[in-house]
């Protein structure tokens, strides 16, 4: 398995309260990506990033932000917990790499997930 | 903006028989097109990619997806389906904006073998 961590695995919090949820990985890929996981969405990127301190917001980002400080870091902040945010995270990390037909061919690796529920 | 279409939210498949889970996408320039696998209470795991080249990509436990870029289609195929095949698949789409690159997800399909 590629060296992806996410802590913490599960937790839960009350409605109103910061939550940060921290993704870890020793492959030094440059991209990593946080999604949420619900049933009838699959899967939603959230924010990303493409390097250190260098971010960009997916299709969900509201009320969520995201820090790099460090290539192996990528952390996914709640700012005020609601429970709408109760869901599965999911970090993934991707590396791109010159081949046959450029770049974008590497697929990501995902991580275990993060349960998150907001009472 | 780049999208991914998973049309059924569940097939079911007998034991033997050849299984199809299909995928269209929508995406600016040349697409780049990911099958996952997600057991319960797992992450995703990769099956296979297309980037170029032959249309027919064969990927790991014996899956093989079809490109066809007239109907922009990726259909994730095996010829002989087993129950350990039972899962959430997930088809995928890389595209390039800013400085960075997004995959983006369709939203699953439950694929359940049946002896």
């Known amino acids: 398995d590629a060296g992806i961590t996410q802590s913490p695995r599960h937790k839960v919090t009350e409605t109103g309260t910061p939550v940060t949820l921290r993704c870890h990985q020793t492959?030094?890929?440059?991209?990593m990506y946080w999604y949420r996981q619900d049933p009838g969405h699959g899967l939603r990127l959230i924010h990303y990033?493409?390097?250190?301190?260098?971010?960009d917001k997916g299709e969900v980002s509201d009320g969520y932000s995201v820090s790099r400080s460090k290539t192996e870091d990528f952390l996914l902040t709640l700012e005020s917990a609601t429970s709408s945010q109760t869901s599965v995270y999911f970090c993934?990390?991707?590396?791109?790499?010159?081949?046959?037909?450029?770049?974008?061919?590497?697929?990501?690796?995902f991580g275990q997930g993060t349960r998150l529920t907001v009472v | 903006a780049q999208s991914v279409a998973q049309p059924e939210d569940q097939v079911n498949v007998a034991e033997g028989n050849p299984l199809t889970v299909k995928c269209t996408y929508s995406v600016s320039g040349n697409p780049y097109l990911f099958w996952y696998v997600q057991y319960p209470n797992r992450g995703l795991q990769f099956l296979l990619k297309?980037?170029?080249?032959?249309?027919l990509v064969k990927g790991s436990y014996g899956f093989e997806a079809e490109f066809n870029k007239s109907q922009t289609s990726f259909h994730l195929k095996k010829p002989s389906a087993l129950v350990s095949d039972s899962a959430l698949y997930f088809c995928a789409v890389r595209g390039f904006t800013g400085g960075g690159n997004k995959l983006t997800f369709g939203t699953g399909t439950q694929l359940k073998v049946e002896l």
């Open positions: 297309y980037i170029t080249g032959d249309n």
């Open positions: 993934a990390i991707s590396e791109l790499r010159m081949g046959t037909g450029g770049f974008g061919g590497t697929e990501a690796f």
């Open positions: 492959e030094n890929h440059r991209y």
């Open positions: 990033s493409y390097g250190v301190k260098d971010t």
